[in-house]
T-cell receptor, first 110, second 111 residues
Framework: GENVEQHPSTLSVQEGDSAVIKCTYS??????FPWYKQELGKRPQLIID?????GEKKDQRIAVTLNKTAKHFSLHITETQPEDSAVYFC?????????FGQGTTLQVKP | NAGVTQTPKFQVLKTGQSMTLQCAQD?????MYWYRQDPGMGLRLIYY???????DKGEVPNGYNVSRLNKREFSLRLESAAPSQTSVYFC??????????FGPGTRLTVL
């Protein structure tokens, strides 16, 4: 069935360093790739998304890249700050139905 | 605008009991979703409704039923709760193929 693999499961960086989270997906029909951030006890919230007709998208310190041929996409966070500490989820979908990755717990150490 | 709301926030059930989780959205979205979140397993889709009047199974539909009551409301029913259904349940809504907005979640414990 459809599957999204996300790595790493945990990531610890020093404040100011960059963080990269990678995802691969199995359904070649997927055309929408969002990334969600979830703080402890809170609901997931969208931080950035990309569609299959775009290879890269940037929003301030956050960027996402997509390689449709290889069926993988990545989240890049530059100049990390302690408030970036959270669980990050990637997802892949088509016509609204999303399959989520298992999540990455990012810890940014001051 | 309240966005997506869910009731209740917390619930404890005994094995075999039934209950309905309620979800409503005021963003005029066509699509609504139910997910469960378990530690280390991300968000798994239970059921979704692409538009009013339609519902479809997601990844983990067994043990659940849903009703799309109208465009605003989408409920999730557990007919006979089992300990394996202990989880945090999130409802979400979106326009088709667009950003999904999540509710605050319901933390369910089945003893």
């Amino acid at each position: 069935g459809e599957n999204v693999e996300q790595h790493p499961s945990t990531l610890s960086v020093q404040e100011g360093d960059s963080a990269v989270i990678k995802c691969t997906y199995s359904d070649s029909a997927s055309n929408y790739f969002p990334w969600y951030k979830q703080e402890l006890g809170k609901r997931p919230q969208l931080i950035i998304d990309i569609r299959s007709n775009v290879g890269e998208k940037k929003d301030q310190r956050i960027a996402v890249t997509l390689n449709k041929t290889a069926k993988h996409f990545s989240l890049h966070i530059t100049e990390t700050q302690p408030e970036d500490s959270a669980v990050y989820f990637c997802a892949a979908g088509f016509t609204g139905k999303l399959i989520f990755g298992q999540g990455t717990t990012l810890q940014v150490k001051p | 605008n309240a966005g997506v709301t869910q009731t209740p926030k917390f619930q404890v059930l005994k094995t075999g009991q039934s209950m309905t989780l309620q979800c409503a959205q005021d963003m005029n979205h066509n699509s609504m979703y139910w997910y469960r979140q378990d530690p280390g397993m991300g968000l798994r889709l239970i059921y979704y409704s692409a538009s009013e009047g339609t519902t479809d199974k997601g990844e983990v539909p067994n043990g659940y039923n849903v009703s799309r009551l109208n465009k605003r409301e989408f409920s999730l029913r557990l007919e006979s709760a089992a300990p394996s259904q202990t989880s945090v349940y999130f409802c979400a809504s979106s326009q088709i193929g667009d950003e999904q907005f999540f509710g605050p979640g319901t933390r369910l414990t089945v003893l």
